[in-house]
């Protein structure tokens, strides 16, 4: 409260706003929670600091599950009506040209047993306009949430800077779904507990030649890692280094990175020299967290802002969105009776803590014990045992385009416009 009345004193609230649910980030945990409440006739607002959903660096992966949930919305068929393209095999090779491990998607029993790759700003616009044919939806672009409204302990709200100066939001609850450096989770004082990733990734793009062959691939050798994402007409190139190693990386300049990238991918020959400038190619450190305690009364954290997911085998677009739906499932009917309590919102935690531990755990052996053995130059890669093993590549594409328990909608919540 004192902090309320100081952070009044010194900036004017232009308007208030009250709505039952605020949901702050406007990701895919974000996107798609405001969608599935607008439909059951939830009041949402979904605040989001940028002015568009143009992001380049958020992975452009729709997994087998979240299709599924987009059949159950009825959105699948017109969703696929934009561009894409589709994987079903995740091939490792060695520069040696060996394959050491191939995961095939096709053999998943679903509608969609492949990953559907599409630029993520579309995803996120095709929801945002389903969203927007229901009446209780509100979004505000550009809208940069720094301050939560407590009320005698429980969150009611936030403040956020936006067009012309403050404006407040005033919720039955607020949804923190702000990513990585969740800003809503540390105004709650939410402390997350990073576990260590080996390596960051540098993440760039490279034309892709009709000749090249598709899919996802990764390719290990001479102390180099990299994966690449089939992008129709380019590759969207992740080229990993150790924790740490970026300095290096430009202190040595840009004509030893293509070098290096040429020895690992010596296709590259004749387009490595298309990096011109270190602007092409972006640095993002790789980081695995997890928040021990997701809520506090009236506010609850979902997506990376309760989870940052390491990029290893692209799930963290996944467990977002397995996040929405899991919270969409249990809080429909408390936000319809407008009475949100602890036990609700740590029963969506609880729903979702195991999953989400065992994909960071598998993540972590990933890293562990391939990716820190790949990027030893000390060593010549050998592929781990596990790798061979005919369970593992089985299980590989089903935790990956699955996770460990599927999420859907419950019955009631899918179908077309119900319940508006
Ligand atoms: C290099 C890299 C590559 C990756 N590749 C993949 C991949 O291929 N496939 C995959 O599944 N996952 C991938 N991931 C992980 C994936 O990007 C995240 O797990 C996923 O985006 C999490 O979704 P989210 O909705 O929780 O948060 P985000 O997608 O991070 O969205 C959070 C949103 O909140 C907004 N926001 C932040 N602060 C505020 C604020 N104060 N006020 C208002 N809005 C705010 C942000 O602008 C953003 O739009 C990758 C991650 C990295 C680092």
């Known amino acids: 409260m004192i902090l309320q009345s100081s952070f009044l004193s010194t900036h004017q609230i232009i308007d208030t706003q009250q709505t039952d649910c605020c949901i702050v980030g406007g990701g895919p945990a974000g996107v798609l929670l405001s969608l599935l409440l607008a439909r059951q006739g939830i009041s949402v607002t979904l605040l989001e600091t940028h002015k568009d ?12 599950l979240t ?16 561009p894409h393209t589709k994987i079903d095999q995740l091939t490792l090779r060695t520069t040696e040209q060996d394959i050491s491990f191939t995961a095939d998607f096709s053999h998943l029993k679903t509608h969609y047993p492949y990953v559907t790759i599409m630029p993520q700003a579309r995803f996120l616009e095709f929801l945002i306009e389903e969203a927007k044919q229901y009446p209780h939806f509100r979004l505000v672009l550009g809208a ?19 067009q012309g100066g403050w404006h407040e939001v005033k919720a039955l609850l607020t949804i923190g779904a702000d990513g990585r450096h969740s800003r809503v989770r540390e105004l709650a004082g939410l402390k997350p507990v990073q576990s260590s990733a080996p390596m960051d990734v540098l993440w760039f793009r490279i034309p892709r030649l009709p000749e090249d062959g598709s899919g996802l691939n990764g390719r290990v050798g001479k102390g180099k890692m990299l994966a690449l994402l089939d992008r129709s007409e380019q590759w969207q190139v992740a080229y990993i280094i150790p924790k740490g190693g970026y300095q290096q990386v430009r202190t040595e300049g840009l004509a030893k990175f293509r070098q290096n990238l040429v020895e690992v991918m010596p296709e590259f020959k004749d387009r490595a020299d298309t990096l011109q400038d270190w602007h092409q190619i972006a640095f993002l450190s790789v980081e695995s967290s997890f928040v021990p305690c997701w809520y506090r009364s009236g506010l609850l954290l979902i997506g990376d802002a309760a989870h940052v997911m390491s990029p290893v085998g692209g799930v963290g677009i996944n467990y977002a969105i397995q996040d929405a739906v899991t919270t969409a499932n249990i809080l429909t009917q408390p936000l319809k009776n407008k009475q949100i ?9 609880r729903r979702r803590e195991i999953p989400t531990r065992f994909i960071q755990a598998f993540q972590s052996l990933l890293q562990q014990r391939l990716i820190k053995s790949a990027l030893d ?6 592929a781990p045992a596990f790798l061979r093993l005919p369970l593992f590549r089985n299980l590989f594409p089903r935790i990956i385009g699955f996770g460990l328990f599927p999420v859907h909608l ?10 508006i």
């Open 53 to 64: 959903f143009d992001r380049d660096f958020r992975g452009d992966t729709i997994h087998p």
């Open 67 to 82: 299709m599924e949930i987009m059949e159950q919305l009825g959105l699948a068929d017109r969703l696929l009506q934009l």
């Open 144 to 162: 940069n949430v720094q301050e939560l409204i407590e009320e005698d302990d429980s969150i009611a709200g936030v403040r956020y800077r936006g």
């Open 341 to 349: 309590q602890d036990k609700d919102l740590a029963a969506v935690q």
């Open 377 to 382: 130059e000390q060593q010549t890669f050998k």
């Open 410 to 419: 419950k019955d009631e919540f899918s179908g077309l416009k119900n319940n």
